[in-house]
């Protein structure tokens, strides 16, 4: 039977706050994680991401095997490994702690401290996926995107779900401000799949940049959702982002499984539109913390 693993000096980082790339790509490049050839996406938005990486996920697995996609998410609900999704089961407490321990012991001992809590967790989802040899991970952006620690990936491609107001100490509070933030993810010449172009503020930003990057846009249509095949019993803010979803593995080439086999949401995400039983009465669970997210959940 497996030891309880103590991840409290990790713990130890919670609450601290450090945006740039820089403390996290001089760790990357001592633990000589492949930042470039790996096929990776990354997933922003004030809200959806959590769902729409977890259909992508569902949807590529379905396609290449289960052991064969990489889900880095967050927060986690219950335990620390619901963070990092590989087949069935998250990622066992023993791998991540081996590999932890490998980050911590690679790294110079000054640059290890300077890094925050989801700095070392992507670089742990990295690893990890490294160490599984999956062929493709989806990576959901922490907070922005433009200085988020995830970004220092070459993603094959982006995802942008919504914009809305969140974060703005760190992020602006105008809408065209976090967009600008969100669209930091778009890469060169690589496809940039947009959620929300009824949002007309944020999609002239994020036309704006796609442009700059010379990165073919996708953007989401009303009729893709209607289209899309998910349950009408779904909220609509999920069917919108299954299309989106959908949308980007079709992309890739990706043959669809119905909506069905999916089940009613991605099972990965606890504490979202979760229906309960508590003592014979139903709850509806959601962890939408802002203006917008409220508002798609009522």
């Not at 040899?133 to 990576?139: A, E, Q, R, S, V």
């Not at 073919?216 to 299309?243: C, K, T, V």
């Amino acid at each position: 039977m497996d030891q309880p693993v103590d991840f409290s000096y990790l713990y130890s980082k919670r609450g601290t706050m450090k945006l740039g790339l820089e403390r996290i790509h001089a760790a990357a490049q001592e633990l000589a994680i492949d930042l470039v050839t790996k096929p990776r996406i990354l997933v922003a938005g004030t809200n959806g991401k959590g769902s729409t990486a977890g259909f992508l996920w569902q949807i590529l697995r379905s396609h290449y095997g289960p052991q064969s996609v990489g889900l880095f998410t967050s927060p986690h609900l219950r335990h620390f490994r619901e963070r990092f999704q590989v087949g069935d089961q998250p990622v066992a407490d023993q791998t991540l702690a081996e590999e932890l321990d490998q980050i911590r012991s690679s790294l110079y001992p000054e640059l290890f401290d300077q890094l925050s809590f989801f700095e070392i967790n992507t670089l742990l989802a990295l690893r990890v996926f490294e160490r599984v040899g999956t062929h493709i991970d989806i990576m959901e952006v922490g907070l922005g995107g433009r200085l988020d620690s995830t970004n220092i990936c070459q993603a094959k491609a982006s995802v942008i779900t919504t914009i809305g107001h969140d974060h703005e100490e760190f992020l602006g509070s105008t809408m065209a401000a976090i967009a600008g933030e969100k669209a930091g993810i778009i890469k060169p010449r690589t496809p940039v799949f947009w959620g929300e172009p009824h949002n007309t503020e944020a999609d002239q930003v994020i036309r704006r940049q796609a442009a700059a990057q010379d990165a073919p846009l996708h953007r989401l249509a009303r009729e893709e959702i209607a289209a899309s095949g998910a349950p009408a019993d779904w909220p609509y803010y999920l069917r919108q982002n299954y299309a989106l979803a959908q949308k980007v593995a079709q992309h890739w080439g990706v043959d669809l499984p119905p909506a069905a086999h999916l089940g009613a949401r991605p099972y990965c995400l606890r504490g979202r539109f979760q229906r309960l039983l508590w003592e014979g009465s139903p709850y509806l669970v959601d962890g939408c913390h802002n203006p917008e997210g409220v508002m798609a959940l009522v």
